[in-house]
Nanobody, 125 residues
Framework: QVEIIQSGGGLVQPGGSLKLYCTPSGRTFGTYVVGWFRQAPGKEREFVASFRWNDRSTRYANSVKGRFFVSKYIAVNAVLLQMNALEPEDTGVYYC??????????????????WGQGTQVTVSS
């Protein structure tokens, strides 16, 4: 069982940056894959990025490549999602999840077992 705690997010103007943190309570992510997903009002939850804790391998959705970066933030035992050059289309509730997806399902929400509470990201002028 993994309890996931999220922090960060908020309101930012277009072109700005935000950080999201994802931490497993009382343990490390070990061999889990950590996935970031987002959901805008009226839309389905979509994949943003993934990070494998033990080998730091990453994958990104085409819509965020070159703008979003996911990494290990060891000081606080967290996975960090650094979001740059934010656009209004990036607005939504962002979720962190952990699980053991295979390569073909790494972008599928159902492949993840544990989910954070979600955090709002709003990009608006």
């Amino acid at each position: 069982q993994v309890e996931i705690i999220q922090s960060g997010g908020g309101l930012v103007q277009p072109g700005g940056s935000l950080k999201l943190y994802c931490t497993p309570s009382g343990r490390t992510f070990g061999t889990y894959v950590v996935g970031w997903f987002r959901q805008a009002p009226g839309k389905e939850r979509e994949f943003v990025a993934s990070f494998r804790w033990n080998d730091r391998s990453t994958r990104y959705a085409n819509s965020v490549k070159g703008r979003f970066f996911v990494s290990k933030y060891i000081a606080v035992n967290a996975v960090l999602l650094q979001m740059n050059a934010l656009e209004p289309e990036d607005t939504g509730v962002y979720y962190c999840a952990a699980g053991s997806p295979v390569a073909s399902t790494i972008q599928t929400p159902g492949a993840y077992d544990y989910w954070g509470q979600g955090t709002q990201v709003t990009v608006s002028s």
